[in-house]
């Protein structure tokens, strides 16, 4: 019962808050995002699941009683967490507590509207990770477009409605497109399946129990669904060429919607292609090998290229999270103890960083109201911790050790290079890890300009250190990083664990 | 006893004949009636009492199977109750919208008692056994309908809504009875049970005869579902006529013409026996496909909210009418029962959407998605409620409105018309266009010029509040209709 109780924790406080007069509602929204963080946090402490949750593992929190019936289908409430989707939980209340504290500065109209779609939003991502039957799962997965269609359209910048209507138009015609293609696989597995829970499909898939529908053989039935989820995923993910909504959202939208969004909205793609196709659909994954490793390469190099190419902060971060998710697809591909789960560890170790990041930017443009790199040099000496959280930020995405960044790619690129089931592994691996060049030379140069040197920026305000309550926030963040790279086994047993099962099929390997 | 509890089973359709005639007593002794409070609360009390009853009986299981009454004329069953339940919601909703709407209004009496005669005439069409109870009823539901478009009677639109509205309803009433006076004279009967029973000889005997007859009924109905090539009556009525009336007929005035279509089509012409003569899964297959991409496409070009809603309630149509094309005797009933399922929930969100409409005009804030530019800073709640209905309309999961539209195409792929339940998916995903416009309206842009609203109108935000907060509890709760329903669609077989 914990998980519906922090569902429902969230979804009071924000009723209370949409109602509560704005001056009062930063202080609420903090309040109610409390408990559920602490209830997350002692979920992880008292976790008692083991294996994976749709291959009968031991399910932890688990809730299960019938919803509706439909012919012979029954739609049943399940919930409950295993070791791949309690970290997503524990980094979505964390991520949200904090992106709440960090608007105290940035949201200064419409406050109670605001707070409350921030909870309405964390209530709908705890369902996304906790939801164990597809159609409840869908449910929670569609509601997390509809506050964040609204903090991007009425807080964001000046492009924000063109880019609220693109990010709600791509993603929902994507969730059609993998709302067809499960259901295709539902209906392919006919009487062997009583449901439309996730743990029955999965098992049933994998004792190769689909079979054809209508003139569709079962090969070919499983392909296009793969082909179809893969599609609908990857545009949430997002990789190359499903990313052009990513800039403009992202840009556009309020510096806490930015968190949310690349810090946990980013990893509902990953973390639906792992629970889907990557679990469901081994063999599938298998003949597509070398295509997904191709999309996957292209996502971490062109992505690094286009952040390089960019001169606005926002726009930087923006793009890297394309080469970062890159990372994540590469991993899972690789169908090994440690590329499935080094892929699982960067989605919690990305969204700090990028949430990180994120944040800082934001701090940075409350004050100086400009985002352009060529436009600032030497704010390290007006903004000293800011900068100093800066480095650590950029540090941490490009892999220094003892920071989560490095930990999660040491394990992908492990994985990656020993996979037996993509074939030329090192070759790709070896590719990729160039892209970690290129991250490191636009943070670089974009540090060196923005950061360092004698201080310019021709203002008629002041321009000071960040306010306190600006800088918790991204002083916990990077604690969080640091505790996460140098003791990684925090999350990644939980994690490795829960992805045994999903490699043993396809022979596995470290 | 048998006797009593018979009569116990007609106390929906009972509740609203008794608390209409309770205004006519209220009107003859009080002409004019200043206590506007006490004339909304006995219709929305006659019709809560409607739809509890119908409720208790339906999830009692008392009608099951079908009670016959008045010799086999009327007849009590699952399906007859689901829709009197729907019929009792939208009134009642309707009825305590109006208090506040139609405050400054002439003849409010006569406005109620319209409302509840013409409920009553709908909760006969759903318990209609024979044709000729089908036209007395449908008369006794439509008359009434025609007077309150008109209601405004100073406002040139909604006058001529009206005359539009009832030269098209009567043309379309002289149809459907002659195509009943044509199966009458194929079949010899008008007992829709016996109908069926002479369906077989009828096809083989007079198939011609037999077959124009039934294409003429099914014209009738389509007329009272405002579904395409019969619909252009639609958008004028409910623009022109009082919102909240608006509501009432798109929600309950469609229900009712689909629970006839429904009866007199499964139970009257069986399939197996009248192909021959003319197939009319088929005719309502193309019905169908039209009706939903033809109010979709309409919906989107609109630049005003309520005409807007009119083309999205004949969209709406469409999908119900999956219900009857991808009937197939051998499926249990699931499509047919998620017809019922999905005109349930649509009478909460649907009604809910004009009644947001009528508090717009109450407030006068314009027709047009520009008036609602910026209307979330000054009602929150109400808009909260309206994006609601938009989204769940749109078909997603905020609201019932995901799990209806779910169970049609689900059922329809199950009864083998995948096609069917693709055309449906994706005018719904284009669907989602048109709703948000009123959405990003309301919350996202800025009003062209700062405007006042004047007041809080209690009723009419109780009614559109409740009508939201239904529609999401819908979401999980559904549970509590759809074996039922599934049982009635079975049962009807």
Redesign the interface.
């Known amino acids: 019962m914990l998980i519906e109780a922090l569902i429902a924790l969230c979804l009071v406080g924000a009723a209370v808050v949409?109602?509560a007069p704005n001056r009062f509602a930063h202080k609420l929204a903090v309040g109610f995002s409390l408990p559920p963080l602490v209830i997350s946090l002692y979920m992880y402490f008292a976790f008692d699941g083991s294996g994976n949750a749709l291959l009968g593992g031991d399910i932890a929190y688990e809730t299960f009683t019938?919803?509706?019936?439909?012919?012979s289908?029954t739609v049943n409430?399940h919930m409950g967490l295993d070791g791949i989707s309690l970290p997503l939980v524990v980094l979505s209340t964390i991520l949200t507590t904090l992106a709440i504290l960090s608007a105290w500065t940035p949201i200064d109209e419409?406050q109670s509207?605001f707070y409350g779609l921030m909870l309405f939003l964390e209530a709908s991502l705890i369902g996304v990770f906790g939801a164990l039957d597809f159609?409840l799962w869908?449910?929670f997965w569609?509601?997390v477009?509809?506050p964040m269609y609204?903090l991007i359209?009425?807080w964001g910048g000046p492009r924000?409605?063109y880019a609220?209507?693109k990010f709600?138009?791509y993603t929902?015609?994507a969730s059609?497109v993998m709302f067809?293609g499960y259901?295709a696989l539902v209906?392919g597995l006919g009487d062997s399946v009583s449901s439309t829970g996730l743990p029955e499909i999965a098992q049933a898939l994998r004792a190769g129990q689909l079979g054809s529908l209508?003139i569709i053989g079962p090969d070919a039935l499983a392909l296009g669904a793969f082909v179809a989820m893969f599609l609908g995923f990857a545009v949430k993910v997002p990789v190359v060429p499903f990313h052009t909504w990513l800039p403009d959202a992202h840009v556009e939208a309020p510096t806490p919607a930015s968190v949310m969004l690349a810090g946990v909205l980013l990893k509902m793609g990953t973390y639906a292609l792992l629970r889907f196709n990557f679990t469901m659909l081994p063999g599938q994954a298998e003949i597509l090998a070398i295509p997904i490793a191709v999309i996957a390469v292209i996502s971490i190099i062109y992505g690094a290229l286009l952040a390089l190419a960019q001169s606005d902060l926002k726009r930087i971060v923006a793009y890297s999270s394309v080469s970062s998710m890159g990372y994540v697809i590469l991993g899972l591909i690789a169908y090994t103890v440690y590329g499935v789960g080094g892929a699982t560890f960067q989605m919690v170790a990305h969204g700090l960083i990028s949430g990180l990041l994120f944040m800082t930017v934001g701090v940075i443009y409350n004050t100086t109201h400009t985002r352009m790199v060529g436009d600032m040099a030497g704010m390290a000496e007006k903004m000293p911790v800011t900068a100093g959280v800066f480095v650590a930020g950029a540090f941490a995405y490009m892999g220094l050790p003892l920071m989560a960044g490095f930990a999660a790619e040491l394990f992908i690129f492990l994985g990656a290079f020993e996979s037996t089931v993509l074939p030329y592994a090192p070759l790709f691996t070896a590719v990729a890890m160039f892209g970690i060049v290129i991250v490191a030379g636009y943070l670089l140069w974009a540090m060196q300009r923005s950061l360092f040197g004698p201080f310019r920026l021709e203002t008629d305000y002041e321009i000071g250190p960040a306010a306190l309550h600006d800088v918790v926030p991204l002083v916990t963040l990077v604690l969080l990083i640091i505790l996460l790279g140098s003791a990684p086994m925090v999350f990644f047993e939980s994690i490795q664990d829960a992805t045994l099962d999903i490699v043993a099929t396809l022979g596995g390997g470290i | 006893m048998e006797h009593v509890s018979n009569w116990l089973l007609l106390a929906p359709a009972g509740a609203f004949v008794v608390s209409a005639m309770l205004l006519f007593v209220i009107d003859s002794f009080d002409p004019e009636s200043k206590h506007d409070t006490l004339l909304a609360a006995v219709t929305t009390a006659g019709a809560t009492v409607a739809m509890v009853v119908s409720a208790a009986l339906l999830l009692s299981g008392v009608a099951d199977p079908g009670v016959e009454l008045f010799g086999g004329q009327l007849v009590v069953d699952g399906m007859s109750l689901i829709f009197t339940f729907i019929f009792g919601s939208v009134t009642a909703l309707v009825g305590l919208a109006s208090a506040d709407y139609i405050e400054d209004l002439p003849h409010k009496a006569e406005y109620y008692l319209l409302v509840l005669l013409a409920a009553t005439g709908m909760s006969l069409m759903a318990s209609a056994n024979s044709l000729a109870v089908v036209f007395v009823a449908l008369e006794l539901a439509s008359l009434p309908s025609y007077a309150l478009v008109a209601y405004l009677k100073t406002n040139r639109g909604s006058v001529e809504a009206a005359l539009k509205y009832f030269l098209v309803g009567a043309l379309s009433s002289s149809i459907l009875a002659y195509g009943i006076s044509l199966v009458y004279a194929a079949t010899g009967s008008l007992l829709l049970p016996d109908v069926a029973a002479a369906a077989g000889e009828a096809t083989d005997l007079y198939a011609g005869v037999f077959g124009v007859g039934i294409l003429m009924v099914l014209a009738g109905f389509a007329f009272k579902t405002a579904s395409v090539p019969f619909h252009f009556w639609a958008p004028e009525a409910y623009e022109g006529a009082p919102a909240p009336i608006s509501a009432f007929l798109s929600s309950a005035s469609k229900a009712a013409g689909f629970v006839v279509a429904f009866r007199v089509f499964v139970v009257a012409f069986p399939i197996d026996t009248v192909a021959a003569s003319v197939d009319w899964v088929l005719a309502f297959q193309v019905l169908a496909v039209v009706t939903m991409t033809l109010g979709n496409f309409a919906a989107a070009t609109q630049e005003n909210v309520k005409r807007m809603l009119a083309y999205s309630s004949i969209g709406h149509a469409g999908y119900v009418l999956i219900a009857l094309a991808a009937f197939s005797p051998g499926t249990e009933g699931l499509v047919l029962g998620s017809g019922m399922i999905h005109l349930l929930v649509y009478g909460f969100m649907n009604t809910g959407a004009f009644l947001f409409i009528a508090l717009a005009e109450y407030w006068d804030v314009g027709r047009t998605f520009r008036d609602y530019n910026g209307l979330a800073k000054e009602a929150p709640v109400a808009c909260v409620a309206m994006t609601v209905f938009m989204f769940s309309l749109a078909g997603l999961p905020v609201g019932g409105g995901f799990i209806s539209k779910y169970y049609l195409f689900a059922g329809a792929v199950g009864a083998g018309f995948w096609w069917l339940a693709l055309v449906g998916a994706v005018n719904s995903a284009l669907s989602l266009f048109y709703y948000s416009r009123v959405v990003k309206a309301m919350w996202i842009d800025e009003p062209d010029e700062p405007r006042d609203i004047e007041g809080y109108p209690t009723a009419l935000y109780a009614a559109v509040v409740t009508a939201a907060v239904v529609t999401v509890v819908l979401l999980p709760g559904i549970l509590i209709f759809d074996n039922a329903a599934f049982d009635a669609a079975a049962a009807l077989l």
Not at chain 1, 66 to 71: A, R, S, Y
């Open positions: 949409f109602l019938q919803w509706l019936q439909l012919g289908y409430y419409r509207q159609l869908f449910v569609e509601a477009l509809i609204f359209g009425i924000r409605k609220a209507i709600f138009v929902n015609i059609i067809i259901f209906f209508g």
